[in-house]
């Protein structure tokens, strides 16, 4: 239930303000009316945190949060309760503010008269392909269903996403640490038994000569990383996302993960529109938008109106250059026997999978190196402090 601030004029001539709830402004109007309040000016309130509350950066909601609201709406319909009452009882469950804010809009605009399609697309929290498959959905009394699917895909996202974190997590921490223990020594401890050393009249060793050197260096780097990601944001911004991502492509082994990862959100994206009964025009459009990598995605210029005029989903990712020769074959199999929906199925998974091979792989090759940068770490910390420490020892005698 939504909340209403007006202001109006009472039975007894004065002016008043106040709130009232209301699923709809009509509600709220009538209700006015039978507190014999004449309604000068209505507006649903919208709830302001106090600035100290407040994001810094808003982001939307994750995937995993609007995938298990969308869960809820489908077993609610499976339920036989009634969308707009679906949409109250998980709004009024959900914690994220922004997703029970944008539900009860929602819900507010279908009672209004608003379609379905239109409401989820104008709360823009959702997906694009999902308010497109309310839009085909929404006639034939299957919206639990399409709930369902959505919720499936963006449970799949998410997992890359986890899978992804938790595979480059362990090797970043390790190596973070070793390098943070480094500049510790560096800047802390080797000054002051130099300085010792120094005032015994001893020569510094060749060893804590090369770390304090690497010191300055160090300094010199960080004080010019600001700059330097200014001048990587001034040339993207100059030559364009589009070069940008079309360069990440190339790295040897970086490229070929993206690659994977956005060949198989586009055929996961393809196989649930057609699930959907959603024309094959549309889901083209779709699924390519479903792609991230914006080089990838200006190879498909064309792509829907050449489908259109009947030419093949195999021929023309084939003309795209970007897909691997299995993925060709097995479109091509699968428009020949009927069954593209299975094999665009199977694509997505086997691509996924894939690209969490090639990153598991490079992962375990991480690890050792990792061990070994830490062992290399220790032994130059170790020798360029103990050395000193020695020269000091021997001074003394």
């Known amino acids: 239930?939504?909340?209403?601030?007006?202001?109006?004029?009472?039975?007894?001539?004065?002016?008043?303000?106040?709130?009232?709830?209301?699923?709809?402004?009509?509600?709220?109007?009538?209700?006015?009316?039978?507190?014999?309040?004449?309604?000068?000016?209505?507006?649903?309130?919208?709830?302001?945190?106090?600035?100290?509350?407040?994001?810094?950066?808003?982001?939307?909601?994750?995937?995993?949060e609007?995938?298990?609201?969308?869960?809820?709406?489908?077993?609610?319909?499976?339920?036989?309760?009634?969308?707009?009452?679906?949409?109250?009882?998980?709004?009024?469950?959900?914690?994220?503010?922004?997703?029970?804010?944008?539900?009860?809009?929602?819900?507010?605009?279908?009672?209004?008269?608003?379609?379905?399609?239109?409401?989820?697309?104008?709360?823009?929290?959702?997906?694009?392909?999902?308010?497109e498959m309310l839009k085909t959905a929404e006639t034939g009394e299957n919206?639990?269903?399409?709930?369902e699917m959505a919720s499936e895909?963006?449970?799949?996202?998410?997992?890359?996403?986890?899978?992804?974190?938790?595979?480059?997590?362990?090797?970043?921490?390790?190596?973070?640490?070793?390098?943070?223990?480094?500049?510790?020594?560096?800047?802390?401890?080797?000054?002051?038994?130099?300085?010792?050393?120094?005032?015994?009249g001893k020569d510094l060793p060749l060893i804590t000569k090369v770390v304090i050197a690497l010191s300055k260096v160090f300094k010199l780097l960080l004080f010019l990383l600001p700059l330097a990601l200014i001048v990587l944001f001034l040339l993207r911004k100059r030559y364009g996302r589009e070069k940008f991502d079309s360069f990440m492509l190339k790295l040897p082994v970086v490229g070929k993960i993206i690659l994977y990862f956005n060949i198989s959100r586009f055929a996961r994206v393809m196989y649930m529109m057609m699930r959907a009964g959603t024309p094959i025009t549309k889901t083209v459009r779709l699924s390519v938008g479903s792609i991230t990598n914006r080089s990838i995605r200006s190879r498909f210029e064309g792509a829907e109106e050449r489908i259109a005029k009947g030419e093949s989903l195999a021929k023309v990712l084939r003309d795209t250059g970007i897909f691997p020769p299995l993925f060709i074959n097995l479109v091509e199999t699968g428009e020949a026997s009927g069954e593209l929906e299975r094999m665009l199925n199977l694509l997505s998974e086997v691509y996924k999978k894939e690209a969490i091979r090639q990153i598991n792989l490079w992962v375990r090759m991480i690890e050792p190196l990792s061990m070994l940068i830490i062992g290399i770490v220790v032994a130059v910390i170790v020798m360029s402090v103990i050395l000193p420490i020695t020269e000091i020892s021997a001074g003394v005698r």
């Not at 039975?11 to 309040?37: F, Q, S, V």
């Not at 919206?143 to 709930?147: D, M, N, R, S, W």
């Open 143 to 147: 919206l639990e269903y399409v709930f």
């Open 153 to 200: 895909f963006l449970e799949f996202i998410s997992e890359i996403r986890s899978k992804i974190i938790s595979s480059v997590a362990y090797p970043s921490v390790v190596i973070g640490f070793s390098i943070l223990a480094l500049f510790i020594t560096i800047e802390f401890v080797i000054p002051k038994i130099s300085t010792i050393l120094l005032s015994f």
């Open 1 to 64: 239930m939504a909340v209403y601030t007006y202001e109006g004029i009472s039975k007894d001539g004065k002016k008043i303000k106040g709130k009232i709830e209301a699923d709809t402004r009509r509600e709220a109007l009538i209700k006015l009316k039978e507190k014999n309040i004449v309604p000068l000016e209505i507006e649903e309130y919208t709830y302001k945190k106090p600035f100290w509350k407040r994001e810094i950066w808003s982001r939307k909601p994750s995937e995993e």
């Open 66 to 131: 609007l995938a298990f609201v969308l869960t809820q709406i489908s077993t609610l319909l499976r339920s036989a309760v009634p969308l707009p009452k679906a949409l109250e009882l998980v709004a009024s469950q959900t914690e994220d503010e922004r997703i029970s804010s944008a539900l009860i809009t929602i819900k507010s605009e279908i009672e209004g008269g608003k379609h379905i399609w239109e409401a989820f697309q104008g709360a823009e929290i959702f997906p694009e392909f999902l308010s």
